[in-house]
């Protein structure tokens, strides 16, 4: 085990993430400690940048490109140690903080004097089947660059489907959430895919649908004045995208997303937005909290504790005049940030602390197509083309760094004049194992389909079915440990049966190239699969009845079953 800890060490701030609040709690800090002082800054981040969050939704759509949003810590801040690594857990007891290993398996502690927790929130999918499975989160950068890809790949298989009812499938994207996240994605999204439609010749825009879901009335009614939400929902129904409003995304299969008044959208395409959650580091901490945040004083600092801080999405930051909860918005992390930094720099030197006392400066969200609205100080509201200005050269002027600056100005002026790339940038690697969700009637493959994964039941169940003369018959039903679709792995040939979904079921997939290289090089794994199958064919040509049973091998045991 290694450690940071010395007798003759500094006075050691250890800020836990890299996110608005963590990044400009360290800047504030290296601007206001004295240079060569007893105080040593360090950040722990999972990745070695900041990412700009307010502008992601423009990477999706090419309007800027894919690094312009982020910047590299080391430049940011020059005085402070970095680590990039996961933070395992926390001992405030021992005041220390435990991070994941490096190339080697073995701990790195860090002790602390000061502790800084500011490491957000997560996409939390707890409590919604299939959404962990099926839905496309949009939280940070891998997630915009993933959708992206997505979006792209689905517009080309579009282009060479000739099924009129899976081109549909295809070109159907479905947004949960009608928040600033969830607009601001799904203006850009049908901008992009309109863009990629036009320029095939085999599709039309008309065949196109981009849906957005939302629990209200109208979008961004908790974020905004009845009239700009109005404005903003209005805007939307012109530029094409759909509205489902006053209901929620229920769940979501491989090939539908389910609202939860019953409605059953068929597509590929399911991104979420909806719910997040605090970092699930927090939950372990024997710390004050409510909604699942950490309480703070106005000071920032957590009850009954002078050396715990905390601050941005994971802090419930009471705003010190009006003492209402602070909204989780960038603005604010970064004024918390400010006053975090002053606050710790005056207990260091045994001064008097200040308390955060910040209403905000307006609210602004982009609808897509030079369209924008806002909300600025003294409660002027615009929208249009002058609100879409005033969002731009916000955060444009917000931007870290003045290379990034010059950046996205020149991505945003070449995007006058020369039309976004569409290509994918498949970075990626196999995903081996991974869980699936199917709801009723959903089909996990049909019989002729080419083989391409492996399953084996979790929990649920489902029906094999054998089409003949154009009549579908059900020959096997299949529960918790069962699998089935390895024989048209093994034989290279197309399914042979149907497999439908008849309760709500979860599912491992295995897909065809790691299945292969599993039996390649486990001959034995490969012999049993192999003599299940030719027990299933021998058994399905004599028409012996087979009783279904609870272990693996009897599933679909009739007919082929085996997919």
Same mark, same amino acid.
């Given at each position: 085990?290694?450690?940071?800890?010395?007798?003759?060490?500094?006075?050691?701030?250890?800020?836990?993430?890299?996110?608005?609040?963590?990044?400009?709690?360290?800047?504030?800090?290296?601007?206001?400690?004295?240079?060569?002082?007893?105080?040593?800054?360090?950040?722990?981040?999972?990745?070695?940048?900041?990412?700009?969050?307010?502008?992601?939704?423009?990477?999706?759509?090419?309007?800027?490109?894919?690094?312009?949003?982020?910047?590299?810590?080391?430049?940011?801040?020059?005085?402070?140690?970095?680590?990039?690594?996961?933070?395992?857990?926390?001992?405030?007891?021992?005041?220390?903080?435990?991070?994941?290993?490096?190339?080697?398996?073995?701990?790195?502690?860090?002790?602390?004097?000061?502790?800084?927790?500011?490491?957000?929130?997560?996409?939390?999918?707890?409590?919604?089947?299939?959404?962990?499975?099926?839905?496309?989160?949009?939280?940070?950068?891998?997630?915009?660059?993933?959708?992206?890809?997505?979006?792209?790949?689905?517009?080309?298989?579009?282009?060479?489907?000739?099924?009129?009812?899976?081109?549909?499938?295809?070109?159907?994207?479905?947004?949960?959430?009608?928040?600033?996240?969830?607009?601001?994605?799904?203006?850009?999204?049908?901008?992009? @895919?309109?863009?990629?439609?036009?320029?095939?010749?085999?599709?039309?825009?008309?065949?196109?649908?981009?849906?957005?879901?939302?629990?209200?009335?109208? @979008?961004?009614?908790?974020?905004?004045?009845?009239?700009?939400?109005?404005?903003?929902?209005?805007?939307?129904?012109?530029?094409?995208?759909?509205?489902?409003?006053?209901?929620?995304?229920?769940?979501?299969?491989?090939?539908?997303?389910?609202?939860?008044?019953?409605?059953?959208?068929?597509?590929?395409?399911?991104?979420?937005?909806?719910?997040?959650?605090?970092?699930?580091?927090?939950?372990?901490?024997?710390?004050?909290?409510?909604?699942?945040?950490?309480? @703070?004083?106005?000071?920032?600092?957590?009850?009954?504790?002078?050396?715990?801080?905390?601050?941005?999405?994971?802090?419930? @930051?009471?705003?010190?005049?009006?003492?209402?909860?602070?909204?989780?918005?960038?603005?604010?992390?970064?004024?918390?940030?400010?006053?975090?930094?002053?606050?710790?720099?005056?207990?260091?030197?045994?001064?008097?602390?200040?308390?955060?006392?910040?209403?905000?400066?307006?609210?602004?969200?982009?609808?897509?197509?030079?369209?924008?609205?806002?909300?600025?100080?003294?409660?002027?509201?615009?929208?249009?083309?002058?609100?879409?200005?005033?969002?731009?050269?916000?955060?444009?002027?917000?931007?870290?760094?003045?290379?990034?600056?010059?950046?996205?100005?020149?991505?945003?002026?070449?995007?006058?004049?020369?039309?976004?790339?569409?290509?994918?940038?498949?970075?990626?690697?196999?995903?081996?194992?991974?869980?699936?969700?199917?709801?009723?009637?959903?089909?996990?493959?049909?019989?002729?389909?080419?083989?391409?994964?492996?399953?084996?039941?979790?929990?649920?169940?489902?029906?094999?079915?054998?089409?003949?003369?154009?009549?579908?018959?059900?020959?096997?039903?299949?529960?918790?440990?069962?699998?089935?679709?390895?024989?048209?792995?093994?034989?290279?040939?197309?399914?042979?049966?149907?497999?439908?979904?008849?309760?709500?079921?979860?599912?491992?997939?295995?897909?065809?190239?790691?299945?292969?290289?599993?039996?390649?090089?486990?001959?034995?794994?490969?012999?049993?699969?192999?003599?299940?199958?030719?027990?299933?064919?021998?058994?399905?040509?004599?028409?012996?009845?087979?009783?279904?049973?609870?272990?693996?091998?009897?599933?679909?045991?009739?007919?082929?079953?085996?997919?």
């Amino acid at each position: 085990m290694e450690t940071q800890r010395d007798s003759k060490s500094p006075i050691r701030i250890l800020i836990l993430g890299g996110g608005f609040a963590g990044v400009y709690s360290a800047m504030y800090l290296d601007r206001i400690l004295p240079r060569g002082g007893n105080v040593e800054v360090t950040l722990v981040n999972r990745e070695d940048y900041f990412v700009f969050q307010p502008l992601l939704a423009e990477v999706v759509s090419g309007n800027i490109g894919i690094l312009d949003t982020v910047s590299p810590l080391r430049r940011l801040l020059p005085r402070t140690r970095i680590f990039v690594r996961e933070v395992d857990s926390i001992d405030l007891e021992q005041k220390t903080v435990t991070l994941s290993p490096g190339f080697w398996p073995r701990e790195y502690v860090l002790p602390y004097d000061h502790l800084v927790l500011a490491l957000g929130s997560v996409t939390d999918f707890r409590g919604i089947p299939g959404l962990f499975e099926h839905a496309l989160p949009f939280k940070n950068l891998a997630d915009a660059l993933s959708l992206r890809n997505h979006l792209i790949r689905a517009v080309e298989e579009a282009t060479v489907e000739e099924d009129p009812e899976r081109r549909k499938e295809l070109l159907t994207f479905v947004v949960a959430g009608g928040g600033f996240s969830g607009v601001e994605v799904a203006a850009e999204m049908n901008d992009f @895919v309109r863009r990629l439609v036009k320029r095939t010749r085999r599709l039309k825009v008309s065949e196109m649908r981009v849906i957005l879901v939302h629990s209200g009335s109208r @979008v961004l009614d908790r974020e905004l004045t009845e009239s700009l939400s109005v404005y903003a929902t209005e805007v939307l129904k012109r530029r094409g995208v759909e509205l489902i409003l006053n209901t929620r995304l229920r769940t979501a299969s491989p090939d539908a997303a389910i609202l939860q008044n019953g409605n059953r959208i068929v597509t590929k395409t399911v991104v979420s937005t909806v719910p997040s959650t605090p970092h699930p580091l927090i939950e372990s901490l024997a710390l004050p909290k409510e909604r699942g945040k950490i309480k @703070v004083d106005a000071s920032l600092r957590v009850a009954d504790h002078d050396d715990i801080w905390a601050i941005g999405d994971c802090a419930l @930051v009471p705003i010190g005049s009006t003492g209402k909860p602070c909204p989780p918005t960038a603005q604010h992390a970064v004024r918390q940030a400010k006053t975090l930094a002053h606050n710790i720099a005056a207990q260091v030197d045994g001064r008097a602390l200040s308390e955060f006392d910040f209403g905000g400066l307006g609210k602004l969200g982009s609808l897509g197509h030079h369209c924008a609205v806002a909300e600025v100080g003294g409660g002027i509201r615009l929208s249009g083309f002058v609100a879409w200005f005033l969002w731009r050269t916000v955060y444009w002027w917000k931007l870290p760094g003045l290379d990034r600056k010059i950046k996205v100005g020149f991505a945003w002026f070449l995007d006058l004049l020369i039309p976004p790339e569409a290509v994918q940038l498949r970075v990626g690697t196999s995903q081996g194992v991974s869980q699936v969700h199917y709801e009723p009637g959903d089909v996990v493959f049909r019989q002729g389909d080419l083989g391409d994964s492996l399953y084996i039941i979790l929990d649920g169940e489902a029906e094999v079915l054998i089409e003949d003369h154009g009549q579908e018959r059900v020959v096997a039903h299949m529960g918790p440990g069962e699998h089935f679709g390895e024989m048209a792995l093994l034989s290279q040939e197309a399914r042979t049966a149907t497999i439908r979904c008849t309760q709500p079921m979860n599912a491992l997939a295995l897909q065809k190239a790691d299945f292969n290289a599993l039996a390649s090089n486990i001959p034995e794994m490969r012999k049993s699969f192999a003599r299940i199958m030719e027990e299933r064919i021998a058994r399905s040509s004599d028409g012996t009845e087979v009783p279904h049973a609870a272990d693996a091998t009897s599933a679909s045991d009739r007919d082929g079953g085996g997919g």
